[in-house]
């Protein structure tokens, strides 16, 4: 067990929130010393650590408790929140703060040739995607009856390999679906990245520290606003 008078947050290695998350914890006050493999960041202004992990890994850290706070895309979040929904675990994490950046959607993409009535042109149809949950609900608020195809990465190829008719993938600038012939044409949810915590409360040194942390944040977000 670690002991509890430092508080870790969990962020992006390496991708879209690595800079943004770490520019923002800076802003905040606080300041690392690097270690060499750069997996764990110790907190020298602060007793405040990062941990930089592949973002997929950081809902499931804070659920573990292996970290107290996390920078994360929404996306990421309600995916794997649903998921425990699912397999009847209970609630472990919350969003607390939007932090402005990262933002993106996640949306279905077809064909370039396709015409697009609406949602219903993909009854039947196999949509390829790395989030099930997220697609399952919004088909089903469509009352649309389609075939998830799950795939962890390169999402967009799918059509083109034959496995599956259309996508569901985060889109940020679009120069994916271009690079891929496919247009985006519905936005299944919006995202940015978020801080999130446990759902239960720190009932130790660690509750100061977050407090202390979340006025900073609060401090430097109200003046980005
Ligand atoms: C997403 C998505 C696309 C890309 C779209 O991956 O899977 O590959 O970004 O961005 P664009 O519209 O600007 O081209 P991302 O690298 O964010 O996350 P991942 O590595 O976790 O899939
Ligand atoms: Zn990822
Ligand atoms: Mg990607």
Redesign the pocket.
């Known amino acids: 067990m670690r002991t509890h008078d430092r508080l870790r947050i969990a962020i992006q290695k390496s991708?879209?929130l690595s800079d943004p998350a770490r520019d923002l914890l800076a802003r905040a006050g606080l300041a690392f010393r690097e270690s060499r493999d750069r997996l764990f960041c110790y907190g020298e202004s602060l007793p405040i650590d990062l941990l930089l992990v592949?973002?997929?890994d950081i809902p499931g850290l804070i659920a573990e408790g292996t970290c107290d706070l996390g920078v994360v895309?929404q996306n990421?979040l309600e995916e794997q929140a649903l998921e425990r929904a699912a397999s009847g675990q209970p609630e472990a994490y919350r969003a607390i703060r939007d932090l402005g950046f990262g933002r993106?959607r996640l949306s279905v993409a077809v064909p370039n040739e396709w015409e697009w009535p609406g949602p219903e042109r993909l009854a039947g149809l196999r949509i390829a995607t790395?989030y099930p949950q997220l697609l399952a609900r919004w088909l089903q608020g469509q009352g649309v009856q389609a075939d998830p195809v799950v795939l962890s990465?390169?999402?967009?190829i799918a059509p083109r390999l034959g496995k599956a008719e259309a996508i569901c993938?985060?889109?940020?600038?679009?120069?994916?679906?271009?690079?891929n012939q496919l247009k985006e044409a519905a936005i299944v949810f919006e995202s940015q990245a978020v801080l999130a915590a446990p759902a239960q409360h720190f009932g130790d040194a660690r509750a100061e520290l977050a407090a202390m942390l979340l006025r900073r944040l609060d401090a430097v977000l109200s003046v980005r606003a």
């Open positions: 991708g879209r592949r973002d997929d895309g990421v993106c790395s990465g390169s999402v967009e993938d985060l889109v940020s600038t679009g120069a994916t679906l271009m690079a």
